[in-house]
């Protein structure tokens, strides 16, 4: 259980970090920055660990529950691996000390909940129905774009502003 500290990268519009008290989709985040995320953010969580889970041939697994949509974990600094595919499941035993313990889980999720996020933006180029009809012309003179909350630039788009986020992130519950 939380809190979980969970950490954005930076110049993709989120907070550089929040505060998690139980794990839910980024969509479901007050801050449009974190709901419109899109990229890699890290879950971290330190928790205690009595010393019966790390008796000599006992087999632990970590769970990460549900993840959206690919993870990649550390436990004490220690790599787990990917896991790109349920069960986002993997063995942990050699990696976990009795008392204080440290889960880092990397998350990453898909685009398009970021070009959703950049459509409740006014409009900073010229379309036709769908493409675009030319190249802005701050993007041609190399000049910073006007809409500065915009975070991504596309030739298409592929979304609108009123299309169903996807749910995002480290959902778990996570366990051992």
């Not at 907070?15 to 953010?41: I, M, N």
């Given at each position: 259980?939380?809190?979980?500290?969970?950490?954005?990268?930076?110049?993709?519009?989120?907070?550089?970090?929040?505060?998690?008290?139980?794990?839910?989709?980024w969509?479901?985040?007050?801050?449009?920055?974190?709901?419109?995320?899109?990229?890699?953010?890290?879950?971290?969580?330190?928790?205690?660990?009595?010393?019966?889970f790390?008796?000599?041939d006992?087999?632990?697994?970590?769970?990460?529950?549900?993840?959206?949509?690919?993870?990649?974990?550390?436990?004490?600094?220690?790599?787990?691996?990917?896991?790109?595919?349920?069960?986002?499941?993997?063995?942990?035993?050699?990696?976990?000390?009795a008392?204080?313990?440290?889960l880092?889980?990397?998350?990453?999720?898909?685009?398009?909940n970021?070009?959703?996020?950049?459509?409740?933006?006014?409009?900073?180029?010229?379309?036709?129905?769908?493409?675009?009809?030319?190249?802005?012309?701050?993007?041609?003179?190399?000049?910073?774009?006007?809409?500065?909350?915009?975070?991504?630039?596309?030739?298409?788009?592929?979304?609108?502003k009123?299309?169903?986020?996807?749910?995002?992130?480290?959902?778990?519950?996570?366990?051992?």
């Amino acid at each position: 259980t939380g809190p979980w500290t969970v950490r954005f990268q930076a110049n993709r519009g989120a907070p550089a970090e929040v505060r998690l008290d139980e794990l839910t989709s980024w969509t479901e985040h007050p801050d449009p920055g974190v709901r419109y995320f899109s990229g890699t953010a890290t879950n971290a969580i330190r928790f205690d660990l009595p010393e019966q889970f790390t008796e000599k041939d006992r087999e632990v697994w970590l769970d990460l529950g549900e993840v959206a949509v690919i993870a990649e974990a550390h436990l004490n600094g220690q790599h787990l691996g990917v896991l790109w595919h349920p069960p986002f499941r993997v063995e942990v035993s050699r990696f976990l000390r009795a008392g204080t313990n440290t889960l880092e889980v990397d998350v990453s999720n898909l685009w398009i909940n970021r070009l959703i996020g950049d459509e409740q933006h006014p409009d900073d180029c010229e379309w036709t129905e769908k493409a675009l009809s030319r190249w802005p012309d701050w993007f041609v003179e190399g000049l910073p774009r006007p809409s500065a909350s915009r975070v991504t630039f596309t030739t298409w788009k592929h979304w609108g502003k009123e299309d169903s986020l996807l749910p995002s992130g480290l959902l778990g519950p996570v366990s051992l």
